[in-house]
């Protein structure tokens, strides 16, 4: 265990050395790779606490944990200075010449937001399954974003999910759920029925490292004669692998939503500790929930005319900035609402 922290200290001292030393983003990225990514040092050192009984991995989980952090936000200090520099250089060195065209500005071109490539790469599995996409309307009604979803009027469960009106009446309000859409689809179109929503949602509640007013859901809906729960877990275990490329451990967690019965919430085995159970992301439980599911309820079926007893359905809303934070290890969700280059440089 003692050896463990003292090739932590290691590690962390050569890689400020490098990064001290770098002098250009190219090597700033295989350095970041080097130190922060699945196959460095520190990752291979949390991988192999399992060696060790529960309460000493604590100390190094914590200790590797910590060591990543303050190598991160080294990177992204000297990234910004590399950039920086790199912009002084070019308008110190050489007159502006107005008229050339952007190929020549110092700023790079720019890449999508990490949130729009989780999106992206969510939407294309789900699609490659048959699934059509859906959009659905950030401005809803009650009847959709509640009533039709078996949420009654002055039922608790509206209170977790604080919404924002537009209007005085209460009549507008912004979408606190992507499952708003499934109501405007089985409106609109009879089963067969298999779309995802992706989607920006938004809630009235206190912003911290895991919560923000707004944030994006991707829904799925599949509506037919003969849908059932292994179908429904079949389709979520299949996602979960196909997403993160790894053979992770899923557990299906009884729950309950209004708008199904039986619900589930899925957990997948903590991707940042992996499973050592030590560490703030997954509150030492080893797990991180990923989203919530179910077969639909009659009372859903009924508000939009469906046949209870031709027509099964199972439905599944997943958290996309949840999903990314675990993909791209990023423990602070205001990140992605920041602007700050520095950050988004690194995807
Ligand atoms: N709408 C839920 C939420 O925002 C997520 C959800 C749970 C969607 C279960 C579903 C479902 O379709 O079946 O927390």
């Known amino acids: 265990m003692k050896n463990d922290i003292i090739e932590i200290e290691q590690i962390i001292s050569e890689a400020y050395t490098k990064i001290e030393n770098s002098q250009n983003i190219t090597l700033l990225n295989k350095i970041s790779s080097e130190y922060l990514g699945k196959k460095s040092k520190l990752s291979k050192i949390i991988r192999a606490l399992v060696k060790y009984p529960i309460d000493q991995r604590k100390e190094i989980a914590l200790t590797a944990n910590q060591a990543k952090n ?11 200075e590399i950039l920086l520099n790199n912009v002084n250089n070019k308008y110190n060195t050489k007159q502006i010449d107005c008229s050339t065209t952007s190929l020549y500005f110092p700023f790079s071109r720019g890449s999508f937001h990490p949130i729009i490539s989780t999106m992206e790469d969510i939407i294309t599995i789900f699609k490659l399954l048959g699934f059509s996409i859906f959009e659905g309307n950030d401005i809803e009604n009650d009847w959709y974003n509640f009533e039709a979803l078996n949420i009654p009027q002055y039922h608790p469960a509206r209170d977790i999910q604080d919404t924002f009106y537009i209007d005085e009446m209460k009549t507008k309000l ?6 708003a859409a499934q109501i405007h689809v089985m409106e609109e179109q009879s089963p067969p029925i298999q779309i995802i929503v992706p989607g920006r949602v938004y809630r009235n509640e206190t912003q911290n490292t895991s919560h923000s007013s707004t944030f994006h859901q991707i829904e799925g809906l599949v509506v037919n004669k003969y849908v059932t729960f292994v179908d429904l877990k079949t389709i979520i275990k299949y996602f979960v692998h196909k997403f993160f490329e790894r053979d992770l451990k899923i557990r299906f ?5 209004q708008f199904t ?19 703030s992301v997954c509150s030492n439980s080893g797990w991180i929930e990923i989203l919530g599911c179910g077969m639909v309820h009659p009372n859903v079926f009924k508000s939009v005319n469906y046949d209870t007893y031709k027509y099964k359905g199972y439905a599944f809303g ?3 900035e949840r999903i990314a934070m675990i993909k791209y290890q990023i423990d602070d969700i205001r990140l992605f609402y920041a602007n700050d280059l520095a950050f988004l440089q690194q995807f």
Do not use: M, W
Not at 174 to 179: I, K
Not at 261 to 279: L, R
């Open 70 to 80: 303050h190598i991160k936000n080294v990177i992204i200090s000297k990234r910004q």
């Open 174 to 179: 912004l979408r606190t759920h992507t499952s």
């Open 253 to 257: 967690r009884p729950s309950y939503f």
């Open 261 to 279: 019965e039986p619900s589930a919430e899925v957990d997948i085995q903590c991707y940042f500790c992996d499973n050592t159970k030590c560490c």
């Open 318 to 320: 997943i958290g996309i």
